[in-house]
């Protein structure tokens, strides 16, 4: 007998997340408003016991969540791709396993899906919030598709961790880039939006944790090097025109100043004004 297929499939890609993190993250899932959902969660091959603990917790508690786990580290990008390919419902939301979604954040999202077909990619405004819970910063990016697509030349318009798409559409294209290790979000919906329409929500429905172990604190330069890589490859397929290397050349310029350098800037001139300097300042 067919099982029926949920309307949503929820994927997470986890690697020794703090347990705290993790079991927040999970249970944000699981007690949406919308339940018609599976969960598959990702284990890449953690070396942290706790994290096969937690995640068998709340599988044996909770019939949604499946969990895969990989025999070697595969990265981000090969994990996600991986979950795409056993994921059945019609709409595919992301969580990154140390963020945490608001409880209507699902039923919000779906609701918007089914009412505008023509849009494929669905983000929302987020809260940055720190280690300790603390809002930080706010991510508040583009919301109507023609200005999303304006902007995106100049910049990720998406907090990867508030999207849901159809899945069909993003299979159709691939998934994500396995050559990609970071910023594979960015080059999705740089394909995607070359014949799609995407928009964000005005709602803040997701809180995006950085901390001092975040990809995007401590593999900054390496980011930075796959932007660079992104808008190259996307350049040359026609996915972008050549007047975003004014964007990019910034991109290029910032990856060239040393680390040292940017940490004494963002600890003077920029104290205060980023979340990486807000971080920095308890590190003294």
Request: charged share 30%; net charge positive; glycine share 4%.
């Amino acid at each position: 007998m067919r099982m029926r297929e949920p309307e949503i499939s929820v994927i997470m890609s986890v690697y020794n997340t703090p347990p705290a993190f993790l079991e927040a993250s999970i249970s944000s899932i699981l007690s949406q408003s919308f339940e018609d959902f599976e969960f598959i969660v990702v284990d890449d091959a953690s070396s942290d016991d706790d994290v096969k603990r937690v995640l068998d917790v709340y599988a044996v508690k909770d019939a949604r969540l499946k969990v895969l786990r990989n025999r070697e580290n595969l990265g981000l990008t090969r994990s996600l791709n991986r979950a795409l390919q056993i994921a059945r419902g019609r709409y595919v939301a992301r969580q990154d396993s140390d963020d945490v979604s608001l409880p209507d954040r699902l039923e919000k999202q779906v609701l918007f899906m089914r009412h505008r077909p023509d849009i494929v990619l669905l983000g929302t405004r987020g809260y940055i919030i720190d280690e300790d819970d603390r809002i930080i910063g706010r991510w508040e990016p583009a919301l109507v598709p023609s200005l999303i697509r304006k902007k995106l030349l100049r910049g990720n318009q998406f907090l990867h961790t508030s999207v849901m798409f159809r899945r069909k559409t993003v299979l159709e294209l691939g998934g994500y880039d396995e050559s990609f290790r970071y910023s594979q979000d960015y080059d999705l919906w740089i394909r995607l939006l070359r014949r799609h329409n995407a928009a964000n929500l005005p709602d803040y429905l997701v809180k995006h944790r950085i901390n001092r172990e975040s990809v995007a604190f401590k593999r900054e330069r390496q980011q930075e090097m796959n932007l660079l890589r992104i808008w190259i490859k996307n350049v040359r397929r026609g996915n972008m025109p050549p007047e975003t290397a004014v964007y990019f050349s910034r991109i290029l310029v910032r990856y060239l100043v040393p680390m040292e350098a940017r940490t004494f800037l963002r600890r003077t001139l920029f104290r205060g004004r980023s979340y990486r300097a807000l971080l920095l300042e308890t590190d003294r």
